[in-house]
């Protein structure tokens, strides 16, 4: 009578029975080569015998077994190539496997190819979510959802490295059409956007800000632009206070950042300047005076705060301060200096005792 081996299955706590070894004829001679491979205790020559069998039986049932080994020892000791192509062969006969694909990306991740990153992300994310949304066993779906998480993670570190900011726009479109739940969307959202602005993509900067100002407003870039861009449509007076006020609010307590105070500065002036606007001129003296100091060293615009400083002052019939702000103004070139000048001369005209 014939005798036949049984060999344990073998496979992850996390994804279980991804590859088992059933009951093999010992007689047959693949039976002999992996009952070898199976009782040799060198590390390197049990790989070597594992690449013997994957070499002599690619199609066999068992092989997609050996191969798992095989890349979990190349992940561990080898070459990030040696481990690619046994995933590559094991993906091959079983293409809905989420280890093998996470193995691969890692792989992947050390050899920095954003292709190869690329492509087993996508394949990664697939197979785990499909296995997250197919499988009964609470542990297995959970852990299928933290590599799904990590395929997503892969991409925005991938982005986040690059100094193109076309490639970091095409990785950024690519997770939110791949994964639009991910975690990672808002980070990446940052991300793209300042591509978008390196890249001279204004219009697609601004809308991005707009959608993600919509759920997060963590990023005070996004909402100085969207304030900026309705301050000069008339647009929505309400964000414009509400997103100016947020970057305030967001930036003060980083003192150690050296370009906070002028960000600052600018939101000031865009949250004075759209009380000017709405015709709510003590609110707008306060916002544009905390903005002065803020943007003196911006030429271009305190030449600006100080004409619409003193626009606000003449309004609310503080005449003197007036006369000083469109004074101060007057005395910078700019293409307020001339108006300044004139409004100057006038207070000067019409009032009495004004220095």
Same mark, same amino acid.
């Given at each position: 009578?014939?005798?036949?081996?049984?060999?344990?299955?073998?496979?992850?706590?996390?994804?279980?029975q991804?590859?088992?070894l059933?009951?093999i004829?010992? &007689?047959?001679?693949?039976?002999?080569?992996?009952?070898?491979?199976?009782?040799?205790?060198?590390?390197?020559?049990?790989?070597?015998?594992?690449?013997?069998?994957?070499?002599?039986?690619?199609?066999?049932?068992?092989?997609?077994?050996?191969?798992?080994?095989?890349?979990?020892?190349?992940?561990?000791?080898?070459?990030?190539?040696?481990?690619?192509?046994?995933g590559?062969?094991?993906?091959?006969?079983?293409?809905?496997?989420?280890?093998?694909?996470?193995?691969?990306?890692?792989?992947? &991740?050390?050899?920095?190819d954003?292709?190869?990153?690329?492509?087993?992300?996508?394949?990664?994310?697939?197979?785990?979510?499909?296995?997250?949304?197919?499988s009964?066993?609470? &542990?297995?779906?959970?852990?299928?959802?933290?590599?799904?998480?990590?395929?997503?993670?892969?991409?925005?570190?991938a982005?986040?490295?690059?100094?193109?900011?076309?490639?970091?726009?095409?990785?950024?479109?690519?997770?939110?059409?791949?994964?639009p739940?991910?975690?990672?969307?808002?980070?990446?959202?940052?991300?793209v956007?300042?591509?978008?602005?390196?890249?001279?993509?204004?219009?697609?900067?601004?809308?991005?800000?707009?959608?993600?100002?919509?759920?997060?407003?963590?990023?005070?870039?996004?909402?100085l632009?969207?304030?900026n861009?309705?301050? &000069?449509q008339?647009?929505?007076?309400?964000?414009?206070?509400?997103?100016t006020?947020?970057?305030v609010?967001?930036?003060?307590?980083?003192?150690?950042?050296?370009?906070?105070?002028?960000?600052?500065?600018?939101?000031?002036?865009?949250?004075?300047?759209?009380?000017?606007?709405?015709?709510?001129?003590?609110?707008?003296?306060?916002?544009?005076?905390?903005?002065?100091?803020?943007?003196?060293?911006?030429?271009?615009?305190?030449?600006?705060?100080?004409?619409?400083?003193?626009?606000?002052?003449?309004?609310?019939?503080?005449?003197?301060?007036?006369?000083?702000?469109?004074?101060?103004?007057?005395?910078?070139?700019?293409?307020?200096?001339?108006?300044?000048?004139?409004?100057?001369?006038?207070?000067?005209?019409?009032?009495?005792?004004?220095?």
């Amino acid at each position: 009578m014939r005798t036949f081996l049984l060999l344990i299955a073998f496979s992850l706590a996390a994804f279980a029975q991804r590859h088992k070894l059933n009951e093999i004829d010992s &007689e047959k001679p693949e039976a002999k080569l992996l009952q070898q491979c199976m009782q040799e205790n060198d590390a390197v020559k049990k790989a070597a015998l594992m690449e013997q069998f994957v070499g002599q039986y690619p199609m066999l049932e068992q092989t997609a077994w050996v191969l798992e080994q095989l890349q979990s020892y190349y992940a561990k000791a080898g070459p990030p190539d040696e481990a690619l192509a046994a995933g590559d062969k094991l993906l091959a006969l079983d293409p809905g496997d989420p280890e093998a694909a996470l193995q691969n990306l890692k792989a992947a &991740e050390a050899k920095k190819d954003l292709a190869l990153v690329r492509k087993y992300s996508d394949i990664t994310s697939e197979n785990a979510r499909k296995v997250a949304a197919s499988s009964q066993v609470k &542990e297995e779906v959970d852990y299928a959802k933290q590599v799904a998480q990590y395929a997503d993670y892969a991409l925005f570190r991938a982005a986040a490295e690059q100094t193109d900011p076309k490639i970091t726009v095409e990785l950024g479109e690519r997770l939110a059409a791949r994964s639009p739940d991910s975690e990672y969307l808002p980070k990446m959202a940052n991300l793209v956007f300042l591509a978008y602005r390196q890249s001279g993509a204004n219009d697609k900067a601004l809308a991005l800000a707009e959608k993600t100002l919509a759920t997060d407003q963590s990023n005070p870039d996004m909402l100085l632009i969207v304030a900026n861009s309705y301050l &000069e449509q008339k647009k929505d007076p309400a964000k414009v206070h509400a997103y100016t006020a947020k970057v305030v609010e967001i930036l003060t307590p980083k003192t150690d950042d050296k370009t906070a105070p002028m960000v600052i500065g600018v939101a000031h002036y865009i949250n004075g300047k759209q009380y000017i606007n709405d015709n709510q001129f003590a609110p707008a003296d306060q916002e544009l005076r905390k903005a002065l100091p803020l943007v003196e060293a911006n030429a271009a615009l305190k030449p600006e705060v100080l004409f619409l400083l003193g626009l606000a002052n003449f309004k609310m019939e503080k005449i003197q301060d007036a006369a000083d702000y469109f004074r101060a103004c007057a005395a910078v070139k700019s293409g307020f200096q001339a108006e300044a000048t004139k409004d100057l001369a006038r207070i000067k005209r019409d009032y009495q005792g004004i220095k």
